[in-house]
């Protein structure tokens, strides 16, 4: 017992030192680093849609309270549209601009893309197109990898632009027709279609709310989501057509014939590829009753990141809309 005795000092002694030596071990373990700030640039000033400057605001300041992003907004000198909302809404980093009856070229429009991880368009229907330098330096950019997010209208822009229509994958409006790519849809068999009919880009019956079906529930915008979800008043886009490569459909909403509609499951979430540049297009979000829905906000979030960065680590979140009930948080401002 005596010798059986001696080694305890020596066996607490060791269990002290394990044990301490483990505490202290995870004591110097780092915690996990946080995530890079994505730097964003938001560009605007001449849009159809007379809500323009309250979106970009609203656009703005979601992304921020996520805690991701950073984001600044240059708009063009000249604006068209919404002139009673600029000063309203207007934000620190801009600069006067001058409001026009209509849509007129900006030839110092020259963001430095080079400074941003991410870009959203929130240009719209007959906006001027940007200086040929800066639509070089921007394709420049795409396919560095810089992400793009286009918002609603801004797939009306710029028509004659062949690289920003192989960016948005689709199109409307802006005399578009067969010339620029097929119809892209879901028929009612659930199949994909790409049109090659004869015919005029983008139409859109009343507005009203309607329900989102997830086509690609993997992907890491979408992963997560309920495979439908209703959004809530908003414009429907169809007959959208263009280059459609390089291009995913991650949902759809049907565009019922009795709100003039086609009859057919139109795109409302999508992906493309541009270089090694990633773009999150979605036609949703026509007014700030558009852009106040849950599903929209937590898409555009996700789709950003996802833009920027490949991944997507923003949750779903709790009030988030289901299959039948829309979900939007009033914004004041």
Known sequence: MKNLAKPFPFLIALI???????????????????????????????????????????MKDFLEQSGKFKVD?????????????????????????????????????????????LVICNFGWNAAPWPAETQVDFEKFMKKGGGLVVIHAADNSFPQWPAYNEMIGLGG????????????????????????????????????????????????ITKGMPLTW???????????????VNMEILGTAFSAKENRGTGRHEPMLIVTQFGKGRVFHTPMGHADYSVSCVGFMTTLLRGAQWAATGKVDIPIPADFPKADVSSKRDYTK
């Open 173 to 220: 409006w802006g005399d578009r027709t067969e010339k620029d790519g097929p119809y892209v849809y879901y028929d009612l068999e659930g199949k994909l279609v790409k049109d090659t009919q004869a015919g005029r880009a983008g139409s859109h019956g009343p507005q009203k709310e309607y329900q989102i079906t997830i086509r690609n529930a993997n992907h890491p």
């Open 230 to 244: 209703m959004h809530t008043q908003d414009e429907m886009y169809d007959r959208l057509r263009g280059p459609a």
């Open 16 to 58: 002290f030192f394990l044990v301490s030596g483990r505490e202290l071990s995870y004591a110097l373990v780092k915690p996990a680093a946080k995530s890079k700030i994505i730097r964003t640039l938001i560009v605007d000033g001449q849009n159809n849609h007379d809500q323009w400057p309250k979106i970009t605001f609203m």
């Open 73 to 117: 907004v240059q708009r063009s000198h000249f604006t068209w549209n919404a002139a009673d909302l600029i000063p309203k809404y207007m934000l620190p980093e801009l600069e006067n601009t001058v409001a026009l009856p209509k849509s007129k070229a900006d030839s110092s429009f020259h963001p430095k893309f080079s400074d941003y991880d």
